[in-house]
């Protein structure tokens, strides 16, 4: 057969595809397009019509107009206002476009005439035109936009093909689905196409029609509701009732009027109350406002508690529920003091530093029972948006308070104690640093009128006593650590933990386990032991847990062999705990060459560190082991310089540096250690290993040095010499500025510790090392 070609007038179409035997009419405003128009008038009434790749391109070049395309017959043109001319086309035959004659002034292109051959219907073909019917027959009740009788004009058609074309005219489809249907040319795949779309789009209206019956549902109730509503007010208001509505802001008004709010935050809820007259109680709006002004009323805005002002009372309270912590219990008794003569003094902000489980919280709660202030406390540990504690602006969806604001309503007055916990602990992301917003609070020239986003209104903080806790003061940001006193409740000693675990742990686990107090009693040993050979904490956490234990076994005990009473002794202590957890090294009886005890600090209180110097024959390199920080590694470094600047002073071989190897090692190589108090050490490790001198056994040391030979001062001395006298130590050599922190240590230990205060290495040297060795240089 041969192909037909014609020369024909084309239009590129917008947004449109037209099938062969489709009638559409369209509008026509491209200048290209109505020339077109006019030029198919004029030559037999057909047109090529196309459609182009972009809807939104107003002037398309040829590359832009697909090549498959509809000639149809003009039925009909129409001018418009406006140079718009619309034309009523009908689809005859697809046609593919074959080259480009001209393109100006409008496009005129040669196209090949695509011509459908039906085949002998066989079963596939039946089939599929049933198919495509009965589909089709579902999408049109689906949609029910199109008239029904259009089932009728599909039955009366024979041909596959143009059963194919007018189904998918009808069907509601993206362009290049469409334009996928108009290019297959064989009509068995034509059919398998149209039936695989049109399935895809029953499902998806199937989908939109669950949806809509479950919103029309939705919006039926809500307009029942609402009809049911006004018929309940017009029936209340015939029987001269006031209705819900009225009834909830007359209780509003009234608790508004009887909370004892200040004036500008009257006026605020007043206002609201208006909004809600108008908004009514049940819409979305009518809900924000009535939880805002729950919150406005129950606010503490002028209740407060009358603090207890005797301060022997209040003394007392503390000493009884907690032992030691003299810094603390003064300062809380100071406050009360001036408060007695100054009302107009203002909460101050503690930060009470140290170590976990040494009370920092339950320091708290006593302070509070000893003011007679409500307590309320907020952790911020992890903490990381700074709306946590400024709070949510209304604007947003689910908006609340701060946790301040929080925590004022949970106190119930204006003057609580307000524990913020692990201050040292916060955190900061893209929604802010809670860090800055804290700065407003626990800033006593400010805190008066802290401003919460969500209340809009100023709360006075003034009277609010904070108290905040922290393992260290090293992460948290100097202007907050700036508006805070520091108080360091740096841990408890020996004799200390002995007296809480008797007169408070023991007592409270027995409560806490059911037992009578004398069914089961702690000798001073079994105590001890657990202190010295199962914990090991500044604080006095594990020593409860362990104290628990031991009581948990010995009820199991009684239980089991019949016994009324228990007394539980050392023995006792390691039948129930078993092996021993801890244990101090106690001090060598001998004095060695190279072998120095130095002391240090750590987060479980103070220990021993023994630093041991041997030297070889080498070429002069230094070796450092023992898992030493940067601090200490610089500290030896120093005293390696020192002692080789001053070789000549101590007896020491001027080229040791040259001919001589030193290895500096700190036992329990496994245990990081780190901290500027270790240069003295150093120094007197090095100069006894290079002189032969030995070192006193029961000499201890801290401090830093520089390279001049000053020694420097050093921090946690109290905790220091609490593990120096623990492993038998009676001497010990500390920085001569320290001197004002020995009164820090408990009378018990400085009665069995002899104080030598240095303030150069010399002097540290003369009273560490042993005169009458042998040199071995």
Partial sequence: ????????????????????????????????????????????????????????????????????????????????????????????????????????????????????????????????????????????????????????????????????????????????????LLEAYEIDKRLD????????????????????????????????????????????????????????????????????????????????LERLKGTGGYSAEGNVIKTYLDWIIDLPWN????????????????????????????????????????????????????????????????????????????????????????????????????RIIYGMKQAKSKNPLFLLDEIDKMSNDFRGDPADALLEVLDAEQNSTFRDHYLELEMDLSNVMFITTANTLDTIPRPLLDRMEIIEVSGYTYEEKLHIAKNHLVPKQLKENGINDKSIKFTDSGIKLIIDSYTRESGVRSLERRIGSVIRKALTDMLENDKKTCSITANLVKKYLGSEIYTYDKIDKDDKVG???????????????????????????????????????????????????????????????????????????AVPKDGPSAGVTMVTALVSALSGKKVKHNVAMTGEITLTGRVLPIGGLKEKCLAAHRVGIDTVIVPKDNKRDVEKIPEAIKEKLKFLFASDIDFVLKNALLEDTNNVN
């Fill in 1 to 180: 057969m041969e192909k037909e070609f014609k020369e024909l007038p084309l239009i590129p179409l917008r947004g449109i595809t037209i099938f062969p035997y489709m009638v559409l009419h369209f509008d026509v405003g491209r200048q290209k397009s109505i020339l077109a128009l006019e030029e198919a008038m004029l030559n037999g009434q057909e047109i090529y019509l196309v459609t182009q790749k972009d809807a939104r391109m107003e002037e398309p070049e040829p590359e832009d107009i697909f090549t498959i395309g509809t000639v149809c017959n003009i039925k009909q043109l129409l001018k418009l206002p406006g140079d718009t001319v619309r034309v009523l086309v009908e689809g005859v035959k697809r046609a593919k476009l074959s080259s480009y004659i001209q393109q100006d002034p409008f496009y005129k292109v040669n196209v090949e005439i695509i011509d459908e051959v039906d085949s002998i219907p066989n079963k596939k073909c039946e089939a599929l035109i049933r198919t495509v019917k009965d589909s089709f027959d579902e999408y049109i009740k689906l949609t029910g936009t199109m008239p029904a009788d259009i089932l009728l004009t599909l039955d009366d058609i024979e041909s596959p093909g143009r059963l194919a074309d007018i189904v998918s005219s009808y069907l509601v489809l993206r362009q290049d689905k469409k334009q996928e």
């Fill in 193 to 272: 196409k149209l039936l695989i779309l049109m399935k895809n789009e029953i499902e998806i209206l199937k989908i939109e029609k669950k949806i809509g019956v479950r919103v029309k549902n939705k919006i039926d109730k809500v307009q029942k509701d609402y009809y049911l509503r006004e018929q309940l007010k017009a029936i209340q208001e015939e029987l001269g009732e006031d209705d819900e509505d009225k009834k909830e802001v007359n209780r509003y008004k009234s608790r508004i009027n009887k909370a004892k709010l200040p004036k500008y935050v009257k006026e605020k809820a007043l206002y609201e």
């Fill in 303 to 402: 209740n407060q508690t009358e603090d207890n002002y005797d301060i022997k009372k209040a003394r007392k309270i503390l000493d009884d529920e907690h032992y030691g912590l003299k810094d603390v219990k003064d300062r809380i008794v100071e406050y009360l003091a001036v408060k007695k003569m100054n009302e107009s003094l203002k909460g101050p902000i503690l930060c009470l530093v140290g170590p976990p489980g040494v009370g920092k919280t339950s320091i708290a709660r006593s302070v509070a029972k000893a003011l007679n202030r409500n307590f309320v406390r907020m952790s911020l540990g992890g903490l990381r948006d700074e709306a946590e504690i400024r709070g949510h602006r209304k604007t947003y969806v689910g908006a609340i308070p701060g």
């Fill in 595 to 669: 072998v120095v005890t130095g002391m240090a600090w750590t987060a479980y209180g103070g220990d021993t560190l023994p630093v041991e110097a041997s030297i070889m024959d080498g070429n002069g390199k230094l070796e450092l082991t023992g898992q030493l920080g940067d601090v200490m590694q610089e500290s030896a470094r120093a005293a390696f310089s020192y002692v080789r600047a001053h070789a000549y002073e101590y007896g020491i071989d001027n080229e040791f540096y040259k001919n001589k190897d030193i290895h500096i090692h700190a036992p329990e190589g």
